[in-house]
Nanobody, 114 residues
């Protein structure tokens, strides 16, 4: 079973930046497409960005230019650099495979507020 542990969230002012990290246990990380997802209060979980094992990337259209996904296969880690954060980016952020496995981590809370 794969365990996913997200970190790096916090409270940030509008216009600020955060970098999220996600470490995955197990030996399958490097061969799978990874994704960042988020769930805002009262809303469904949505896909933010994905990165394939070879480094091809796609973003949700509304986030292009502000968020950057990357991965380090040697460290079983995927990152999400978030810039120019807006209050509507407030959500719990999760990483998972893409398509996602049934098991999710605890997520990391990102709150954008002045």
């Amino acid at each position: 079973q794969v365990h996913l542990v997200e970190s790096g969230g916090g409270l940030v002012q509008p216009g600020g930046s955060l970098t999220l990290s996600c470490i995955a246990s197990g030996s399958i990380f490097s061969i799978y497409t990874m994704g960042w997802y988020r769930q805002a209060p009262g809303k469904q979980r949505e896909l933010v960005a994905v990165i394939t094992s070879g480094g091809r990337i796609n973003y949700a259209d509304s986030l292009k230019g502000r968020f950057t996904i990357s991965r380090d296969n040697a460290k079983n880690t995927v990152y999400l650099q978030m810039n120019s954060l807006k209050p509507e980016d407030t959500a719990v952020y999760y990483c998972n495979f893409s398509p996602p496995f049934d098991s999710w981590g605890q997520g990391t809370q990102v709150t954008v507020s002045s």
